[in-house]
C-alpha cells in the first residue's frame, strides 16, 4: 500500500569532460584539481554486480565518483551540479543489471536540497528529481549502510530508507516516489536543530536469489530489522537478533544467510560497542558472530561485505577503536572464526605520502565505515577511512604481510579553508580542514607532508611577506594531541617547507585577568612585506619583531581591530574597525596606529564584517605596490592608491564580490587581475576582470560549478590568469586561459 505520490520536476544536467568552451560573456578556461589524494571522509565505496572493473564512490561533502578501470582513475560524476546541498552523498545504487545505470541519493542534511539522480550513461549526464524526504550525507550516520536499493529482479523498481520520512518506494526507475505506509517504523520526522539528526532506516538489501528484502532501523526504540517476502510490498519485523542497545547500520545478503553489523551508535564517532550476528533465510535462525568477544574490546562495526562468489567469505571492519586502533576482521566460514588484517598490513603510501602525518608509518585509518569485496574477484578489498581510501588486492586470512594502497588517483574531497600564491617559492600554499594544509611545489603531485609545527587541526589564515616571500606565518585550530599550552601559530623561513612555533604571552582585556589568546583558532597573524615583524589579531593586537621573544601592544587600535601589511613597503599596516566604521593605518611597523582619512567610502563598514575565523579577509594589499589596497564593502569593491587616504568604488552596479583575490596583472595593463566568487547580474559563478573591476567575465562554465561551494579565491602573482579556488568539499581547483598548455 502506497500514498502521497511524488511526481518530482525532474532537472536534466550534462557532466561533459573538462574543456571549456566559451560562451556569450565569459572566457574559456582549464580546469584542474591540485592534487593532495582523496583527504576528507568517503563513507563507503559500491562495486557494480554488473561489470567487472566498475565501482562507485560516495563522499560526505564532494559529490560521487566512478572508478575508470581502462584509465586508472576516479572520475568526479558532479562537477557540473551548482545545488550545494547535493555534494552530500546519502546513498549509491549501482544497477545490478545493467552496467550503464546508477542512481544517487543526494543530500547534505536535513536543512537542504534532497534529490535522487538518476543516470543511464554511468554517471555522464543525470536527470535530478527532487523529493520531499530529506537527506543526511554529511550528518552524523552517514557511514550507515546503502539505502538506496534496486530491486534485482525488476529493476525499474527502487526503496529508499529514509532518515525521518520512513521508506519510500518507486516503480518507474526513480521518476516518481511514493512513501510506503505498510512499513512498520514511519520515521521520526525532521529535527528542528540543524546539528541534530536521526538514523531512520540503515539499509535496505535485496536478496538476489528471492524475493525476501531487508530493512534495518537504527532509531533508538524502533531499532530492529525488518523483512518482507515480496519484493517489499509487505513488511514485519524479524524476531530475535541483536539484543536491545544495538542499533543495526549496514548488511549484506550472501549464499543463503543475511550478516548485519550493529553499535551502540551511528557514528561516525561515539560508538562505544558492537555486534556482529548472521540470519539464516531459511530456518530464520540467529547467530551471533562477534569477531571480537574480549573483554576489552573497544568500539564498534560498520564496514561489512560477503564475497558472492566464495560462501563463508565475509569481511568486517571495526569502528571507533581509538586505543588498539581499528582493524578489518576476515572469515573463511561464515564468522565461526576470525583473522585480524591490522597486524600483519602495512601501507605504502608512496602516492599520497603526507598520509603518514609525520610518523614513521600510516596509520590503519580511523571511521573505517566502508568496505567492500570486490563481486569479481574476492581477493580485492577495498577500505575507506576518515582521509583516504585504501585496496589490497591479495587479502587473504593467511600468513604473509599484506600491502594496501591508496586507491585515491582523482579523487579530491576536502574542505580547503585558506590559501596564498606567494610572489617566490612554491606556486602555492594551502590551509585545510582537518589536514591542516601543505605547500604545493607542484600542482600535479601530492606534497610530502602537512604543515606540523605547530600540529593544527585547521589552517584558518596563511600571509607571506611581499618582499620576502620566503618567510610565511600561518594560525589555525589546535589539533587534539596538542596542548593547550601549545602553539596555534607557525612561522616559517624557506616558504612553508618547515615551521616554528609562535606563541602570544598572556594579554588582560578590560577587567578580566590575563590570559592566552592565541589557542582557540581565531587569532589571525600577518607578517610585514620584509618579512620582519608580525602583527596578530589578539582582541589587542600583539606585535613582534623578534621572532615572538618580546611582544607589544599595538597602540591606537581598538580591542577586535585585525591589521594586515602592505606587500611592497615593510613599514605599512592596515586595519578595519567595523564596529566603529574606520580604517586605520601604520606607519611604523605596527607598533602604532591612527584613523585614515578614507576619503570615499560609506561611514558604515559593517557589511564588510567577516561570519568567522574562516572566512577570506575583505582587504588585500597589492603584491609589488606600496599603498595599494582593494576591499571589499558589502559586495561592492573598492580601492585606494594612497594607504587609505582615500577610496573610489571599482565595481559598478549589477556585480555583487563574495570573496576575492589578485593576480598578475594582464601585458600592458596598470591593474592586477581580480578574480572574484560572486553574482553578475544574478548568475553566481567564478568571474575575472582585468580593467579594474569596470567589466567582468565568467571564466567557471556549467561543467565546472563544484556544487558552487567556495571558500577562498586567489590570483596568481607570477602568472597571468591562472587562479586557485578553495572549494568545500572538491579540494583545491585551479584554471588558466584554455589556449595556454599544461606546466
Known amino acids: 500500500m502506497v500514498r502521497c505520490l511524488i511526481a518530482g520536476v525532474a532537472i536534466v544536467l550534462a557532466m561533459p569532460g573538462s574543456s571549456a568552451t566559451a560562451a556569450s560573456g565569459t572566457t574559456a578556461y582549464q580546469w584542474r ?22 565501482a562507485y564512490l560516495r563522499t560526505d561533502m564532494g559529490g560521487a565518483y566512478r572508478w575508470d578501470d581502462a584509465a586508472r582513475t576516479w572520475l568526479p560524476l558532479q562537477d557540473g551540479n551548482a545545488v550545494g546541498s547535493y555534494m552530500g552523498i546519502e546513498s549509491i545504487a549501482a544497477d545490478p543489471i545493467d552496467p550503464e545505470k546508477v542512481y544517487l541519493a543526494a543530500g547534505m542534511g536535513h536543512w537542504g536540497d534532497a534529490a535522487i539522480w538518476r543516470s543511464a550513461d554511468r554517471g555522464k549526464t543525470w536527470e535530478i528529481v527532487p523529493v520531499p524526504f530529506k537527506m543526511g550525507g554529511n550528518e552524523d550516520g552517514r557511514g550507515l549502510g546503502e539505502r538506496l536499493a534496486i530491486d534485482p529482479h525488476r529493476t525499474s523498481s527502487l526503496l529508499f530508507g529514509s532518515r525521518h520520512d520512513g521508506l519510500w518506494r518507486s516503480d518507474d526507475a526513480g521518476r516518481r516516489w511514493a512513501k510506503v505506509t505498510g512499513f512498520p517504523h514511519p520515521g521520526l520526522g525532521a529535527p528542528s536543530a540543524r546539528r541534530e539528526t536521526h538514523a531512520g532506516i540503515a539499509f535496505v538489501v535485496f536478496d538476489l536469489a528471492s524475493r525476501n528484502v531487508f530493512a534495518g532501523v537504527a532509531d533508538p526504540g524502533a531499532a530492529g530489522i525488518y523483512r518482507s517476502a515480496d519484493g517489499g510490498q509487505s513488511w514485519q ?28 551508535g551511528i557514528g561516525p564517532n561515539g560508538i562505544a560497542g558492537g555486534l ?21 574490546a573497544e568500539g564498534g562495526y560498520m564496514g561489512l561485505s560477503a564475497d558472492p562468489r566464495r560462501a ?14 581499528d582493524t578489518i576482521w576476515l572469515s573463511e566460514d561464515d564468522g565461526r572464526s576470525w583473522t585480524s588484517l591490522r597486524e600483519r598490513s602495512r601501507r605504502d603510501i608512496a602516492e599520497t605520502p603526507w598520509l603518514a602525518w609525520g610518523k614513521a608509518e600510516a596509520e590503519f585509518g580511523h571511521w573505517t565505515a566502508g568496505l567492500a569485496i570486490d563481486p569479481f574477484d574476492g581477493g580485492t578489498l577495498a577500505y575507506t577511512t576518515g582521509a583516504t581510501v585504501y585496496r589490497n588486492r591479495q587479502a587473504s586470512s593467511g600468513a604473509g604481510t599484506m600491502t594496501w594502497r591508496p586507491w585515491v588517483n582523482g579523487i579530491e574531497q576536502t574542505a580547503v579553508i585558506t590559501l596564498i600564491s606567494p610572489t ?51 594560525s589555525g585550530t589546535l589539533h587534539a594531541e596538542q596542548p593547550q599550552s601549545g602553539a596555534s601559530l607557525g612561522v616559517s623561513e624557506d616558504g612553508g617547507r618547515t615551521w616554528e612555533p609562535l ?85 611604523d611597523a605596527g607598533r602604532s596606529f591612527v584613523p585614515a582619512p578614507a576619503r570615499g567610502l ?53 556585480m555583487v564580490v563574495e570573496k576575492f583575490g589578485l593576480g598578475r596583472a594582464a601585458e600592458g595593463a596598470q591593474d592586477p587581475a581580480l578574480y572574484a566568487i560572486g ?31 567556495f571558500r577562498a579565491i586567489s590570483g596568481d602573482p607570477r602568472r597571468f590568469g591562472r587562479v586557485y579556488v578553495a572549494t568545500d568539499g572538491r579540494g583545491i581547483v585551479w584554471g588558466e586561459p584554455a589556449r595556454s598548455g599544461r606546466d
Open 33 to 54: 584539481n591540485v592534487k593532495v589524494g582523496a583527504g576528507g571522509f568517503a563513507p563507503n565505496i559500491v562495486f557494480s554486480r554488473a561489470e567487472k572493473g566498475l
Open 237 to 264: 519485523r524479524v524476531a530475535g537478533g541483536p539484543p536491545e542497545g544495538m542499533l543495526p547500520v549496514k548488511a549484506d545478503i550472501a549464499y543463503g544467510r543475511l550478516f548485519v553489523a550493529c553499535s551502540t
Open 276 to 296: 556482529v550476528w548472521t540470519f539464516d533465510l531459511a530456518t530464520a535462525g540467529w547467530r551471533d558472530i562477534t569477531p571480537d568477544r574480549s573483554a576489552s
Open 312 to 325: 563463508g567469505r565475509l569481511a568486517v571492519s571495526s569502528v571507533d577503536r581509538w586505543h588498539a586502533g
Open 424 to 474: 617566490g617559492g612554491a606556486p602555492l600554499i594551502s590551509g585545510f580542514g582537518d589536514l591542516a594544509g601543505f605547500v604545493h611545489e607542484r600542482l600535479d603531485v601530492a606534497p610530502r607532508a602537512m604543515h606540523l609545527v605547530p600540529r593544527l587541526t585547521n589552517t584558518n589564515n596563511l600571509d607571506y611577506a611581499g618582499l620576502k616571500p620566503q618567510v610565511v606565518v600561518r
Open 503 to 587: 606563541r602570544v604571552p598572556p594579554i588582560a582585556v578590560g577587567a578580566e585577568p590575563p590570559r592566552r589568546y592565541d589557542l582557540r583558532g581565531d587569532a589571525p597573524i600577518d607578517v610585514a612585506a620584509d618579512g620582519s615583524t608580525f602583527i596578530v589579531g589578539t582582541p589587542i593586537a600583539m606585535v613582534t619583531s623578534d621572532r615572538g621573544r618580546t611582544w607589544a601592544a599595538a597602540s591606537g587600535l581598538p580591542p577586535g581591530a585585525r591589521a594586515i601589511a602592505d606587500k611592497a613597503d615593510p613599514k605599512l599596516f592596515y586595519a578595519i574597525d567595523f564596529a566603529g566604521g574606520r580604517i586605520f593605518v601604520s606607519r
Open 602 to 654: 560609506p561611514a558604515d563598514l559593517g557589511h564588510a564584517r567577516i561570519r568567522g575565523r574562516e572566512d577570506q579577509w575583505p582587504m588585500v594589499a597589492v603584491p609589488g605596490r606600496a599603498g595599494a589596497l582593494w576591499f571589499n564593502l558589502g559586495g561592492r569593491l573598492w580601492r585606494s592608491d594612497d594607504a587609505g587616504g582615500s577610496f573610489r568604488a571599482a565595481t559598478r552596479a549589477g
Open 679 to 709: 553574482a553578475n547580474h544574478g548568475r553566481r559563478g567564478i568571474w575575472r576582470s582585468l580593467d579594474g573591476g569596470a567589466s567582468w567575465t565568467r571564466i567557471n562554465d556549467d561543467a565546472h560549478q563544484w556544487g558552487l561551494r
